[in-house]
């Protein structure tokens, strides 16, 4: 049992769980869903596709919503993602990074690198996700290499910021 004091009202017990995110006053942020992950070295083949970006080490996940490469949080919701990349400058190439929402891209920034100049991509949105079956992933392309490009650097993040 959880106790609450009110200066209006004085001293009073409510059972754990019998308070819901829509009882929240406006500013008060509720226990939501949150993980951050980061990814070294994730080899991204030529063409169209793309990959998921693989080989995450969690940094943290509240929820345990991030697994295999993607984040399914059990809270539906608006979630703020963000998603970073550095790619190396092994050669010349058009760069895309993409947020995947259920294996479609969501939202996408491009940029291009060359042989001596390497760079980096970030990218964010808010994004509705149903607390069950919706998920959401960190994806790159390259479109004119030769050979795979590496993403030398990758962090990816969510959490919610306001339950449906």
Do not use: H
């Not at 919701?77 to 995947?100: K, M, P």
């Amino acid at each position: 049992m959880t106790t609450q004091i009110n200066g209006d009202t004085g001293v009073s017990q409510c059972q754990p769980n019998s308070v819901s995110q829509d009882d929240l006053q406006s500013g008060v942020v509720g226990k939501g869903a949150l993980f951050r992950a980061r990814s070294t070295g994730t080899a991204i083949p030529t063409g169209a596709g793309g990959a998921v970006i693989t080989s995450w080490t969690e940094d943290y996940d509240t929820s345990g919503g991030f697994a295999s490469n993607v984040f399914t949080p059990q809270i539906a919701g608006w979630y703020q993602v963000q998603g970073d990349v550095d790619w190396g400058n092994t050669t010349t190439a058009l760069c895309q990074l993409a947020i995947s929402k259920n294996g479609t891209d969501f939202n996408v920034v491009r940029g291009a690198i060359n042989a001596s100049l390497s760079i980096s991509q970030s990218i964010s949105d808010l994004i509705y996700l149903n607390g069950t079956t919706d998920n959401i992933a960190l994806k790159a392309y390259q479109y004119t290499a030769t050979s795979p490009l590496s993403v030398t650097r990758a962090t990816f993040s969510a959490c919610l910021v306001r339950a449906a």
